[in-house]
């Protein structure tokens, strides 16, 4: 059977980095994303580990991931994403416009449209 590549949208969070070495541990290869690499020291030099440096905020990174995939031969068979943040926190009048559509962007918006840049490479 043929190893299965799990990608994993944010893996620097705590539950991506949770998927990650769970997957990890059951034989899977998987892609992960990182904005910040602290705490993936211990993922960084697992077997079948990929870690890639992504921002949610800028998308022309995400050109980055698909071509490291494409250059490195890799597709996917899941694509999990793990990304979030609870910001902006406060009563919803109190909140400017611009606040809220950074949130909905990062999201919901952004990690479709790199699912959109990534799913030529789905198995």
Not at 61 to 87: C, P, Q, R
Request: net charge negative; charged share 20%; proline share 5%.
């Amino acid at each position: 059977m043929t190893q299965r590549t799990i990608f994993i949208l944010s893996a620097s969070s705590d539950i991506g980095r949770g998927l990650m070495t769970r997957y990890l541990d059951l034989g899977a290869m998987v892609i992960g994303t990182y904005r910040r690499d602290s705490g993936l020291e211990a993922l960084r030099d697992r077997d079948g580990a990929h870690l890639l440096p992504l921002d949610l905020a800028q998308p022309e990174t995400f050109d980055g991931v698909a071509g490291y995939m494409k250059e490195h031969g890799l597709s996917w068979d899941l694509f999990i994403a793990s990304n979030g943040t609870m910001e902006p926190i406060g009563p919803f009048l109190d909140l400017g416009g611009g606040a809220w559509q950074d949130s909905i962007t990062a999201n919901a918006l952004a990690p479709c449209r790199l699912l959109q840049a990534l799913y030529p490479l789905r198995r």
